[in-house]
């Protein structure tokens, strides 16, 4: 026996409680944040309205208004931004290769006894097994700048986040192509299975760590998390249709007109323009829709 | 309660299908064979007449004295293990139709109504077996050792008179005592491997039979006393923390068993045990 495999073994009960504490703190704590944000795409002109501030918009718009501010703000002024980050990308890491890892020692048996929850185990490996795929999809595309794997090859900025997002989804900035179809399709199945696997993880790990004991516990606790879980999904289904249904020259415009107003210092959003020189110009080339 | 619920699923099934059996009838045994230990398996099928009430143990019986199958071919008798013939022993556990569960209880009429009909009969995938449906099923027994499923009484003065029980307690652990170590739920646990040598046993899942048991002598005011010997066993290698929360094995057990519930009290332990141990152990 290796070195390796015995630490593992002999840290086996802690590892696994920690592998149960990542999936809620930071990752699924991140992900309720990161929905709520991003279906403001579909609910930011109703906030809008709201502060009176949505006149002449359409929902469309003032999603995007919303939205490309609430972003903005959340890469301009949120403090070590960089550090959340790393350590999320650390947690997510931690969770998955270990999740892979014990998914892999179990012995699925679901076509012989077809529980509800026999599916959710098994769904759950699934989930996860898609979940990291979509994810680092995701986050190499949308915030590594891998843009090769992008169709038509759109770079996220977080100075364009909407229109750049939805010419992401949609396959080019001229609107739907058969890639954008493909692309969106993994995204919704990503995002819905992932919802999935944090809502169930959150009910198993209640019966894990002990809160939930008693069969009526369970439920009543069972209940509690399908509601966090059809919360979630209504949000992330909302981001994609907010994002599917973006107009990419709309947006830009009003994204342009976001960082005339915004209250960021000059000098700083001149760093920001050099690290994403490549997208400001295109966009200032870009005859003003 | 415990034994009274009908846990496996299909119950409805197999009352209709009793309702509709038809006398005189004959249904078909199709059995996995295999002659010993690391020996190749097959599949043998015999012809059985059935009888009023007869199950899986009395047709088995019928194709021991008559090792014959639909092919004409002579074999071997077929092998199984049983005890006491009414669902209190466990001996007699085996997969059923892809399902496991005890064979003594199995009636013909609930799987086969009809003339023709096939039974599947298979051993038990997680234990090794011995001959043909008859599994070794030691390493749930080893496992009773490792959680320490007993009450400490033996010593060098009397220890005087027992624990009180208050009644809701005593029905608590009431349903818990009433494992008879059959094997149903490790067989249905997808996190429960089978692992034929027993050097492999004390690293991998013990499975819910044993943390069932622990938690009832946790549960006894003088068993409480191991408590924190089960937990370093429970929190060790193949412990609790191995459970994957599909839930098989309360659906599967005889006995309904609330299984899901001692793994959750166990959880709770676990998680104390190990703050405790952290804090203040060596
Ligand atoms: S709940 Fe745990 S012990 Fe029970 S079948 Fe599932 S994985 Fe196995
Ligand atoms: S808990 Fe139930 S299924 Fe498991 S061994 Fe005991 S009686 Fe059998
Ligand atoms: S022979 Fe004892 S349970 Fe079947």
Redesign the interface.
């Given at each position: 026996m290796s070195t390796h495999q015995s630490f593992m073994q002999r840290h086996q009960f802690l590892i696994r409680r920690l592998h149960s504490l990542t999936g809620i703190l930071p990752i699924g704590v991140f992900l309720i944040a990161h929905l709520v944000t991003n279906s403001s795409l579909a609910w930011g002109w109703f906030a809008l309205k709201g502060r009176g501030g949505a006149e002449g918009l359409s929902v469309s718009e003032g999603g995007v208004q919303y939205f490309a501010h609430e972003v903005t703000y959340l890469n301009t002024q949120v403090p070590h931004l960089f550090l959340i980050e790393v350590t999320l990308w650390a947690a997510i890491a931690f969770h998955s290769i270990l999740g892979f890892y014990y998914a892999m020692g179990g012995q699925g048996n679901l076509p012989h006894y077809k529980h509800q929850d026999n599916f959710r185990y098994t769904l759950q490996r699934l989930s996860g097994y898609f979940g990291i795929a979509f994810i680092f999809y995701h986050v190499a595309t949308l915030r590594w700048g891998w843009s090769f794997l992008v169709p038509n090859g759109t770079e996220w900025s977080h100075h364009w986040s909407a229109s750049t997002l939805a010419a992401a989804l949609q396959g080019s900035s001229e609107g739907w192509t058969a890639m954008g179809v493909v692309v969106s399709l993994f995204y919704f199945l990503g995002v819905s299975l992932l919802v999935f696997h944090f809502a169930n993880g959150l009910w198993t790990a209640a019966i894990t760590w002990g809160l939930t004991v008693s069969e009526h516990a369970q439920k009543r606790w069972g209940y509690v998390c399908a509601a966090v879980g059809v919360g979630l999904m209504l949000a992330s289904w909302g981001a994609l249709a907010g994002a599917m249904t973006v107009d990419y020259d709309e947006a830009q415009a009003i994204e342009a007109s976001i960082q005339g107003s915004h209250e960021v210092p000059a000098e700083q959003l001149d760093v920001h323009t050099q690290n994403d020189g490549h997208t400001l110009q295109t966009a200032e080339a870009d005859p003003e829709g | 309660m415990g034994a009274a619920q009908a846990s496996i699923?299909g119950a409805e099934e197999r009352k209709a299908n009793r309702a509709v059996a038809v006398e005189g009838r004959s249904v078909i045994f199709k059995i996995k064979r295999c002659d010993g230990p690391g020996k190749p398996w097959r599949w043998e099928s015999f012809k059985v007449p059935t009888e009023p009430g007869s199950n899986v143990i009395s047709s088995l019986r019928h194709i021991a004295a008559n090792p014959v199958t639909v092919d004409g071919k002579e074999t071997t008798p077929v092998v199984w293990d049983s005890g006491c013939l009414e669902e209190v022993c466990g001996a007699c556990t085996m997969v059923i139709n892809?399902?496991v569960r005890q064979s003594c209880s199995c009636l013909i009429d609930e799987y086969a109504p009809r003339e023709g009909d096939e039974i599947v009969l298979e051993p038990m995938s997680k234990f090794p077996v011995i001959r043909d449906l008859w599994v070794d099923r030691t390493r749930m027994f080893n496992a009773l050792e490792r959680v320490k499923a007993w009450v400490p009484i033996d010593g060098t003065y009397n220890l005087g008179a027992g624990p009180q029980e208050d009644h809701d307690h005593q029905q608590m652990r009431y349903a818990l005592s009433e494992c008879m170590t059959c094997g149903c739920c490790l067989e249905?646990c997808?996190?429960f491997?089978k692992k034929e040598h027993e050097d492999q046993w004390e690293?991998s899942f013990i499975g819910p039979q044993a943390i069932s048991q622990a938690r009832l002598f946790n549960e006894h005011g003088t068993g409480k006393r191991l408590k924190d010997e089960r937990m370093d066993t429970l929190?060790?290698?193949?412990?609790?923390?191995?459970?994957?929360?599909?839930?098989?094995c309360v659906?599967?057990c005889p006995k309904g068993i609330?299984l899901?519930?001692s793994?959750?009290?166990?959880?709770?332990?676990?998680?104390?045990h190990?703050i405790k141990k952290f804090f203040t152990g060596k």
């Open positions: - | 699923i892809g399902r249905a997808p996190q491997i690293s929190t060790g290698p193949g412990g609790i923390q191995d459970c994957g929360n599909a839930q098989n659906k599967v609330p899901t519930e793994i959750a009290a166990i959880g709770r332990s676990a998680t104390i190990s």
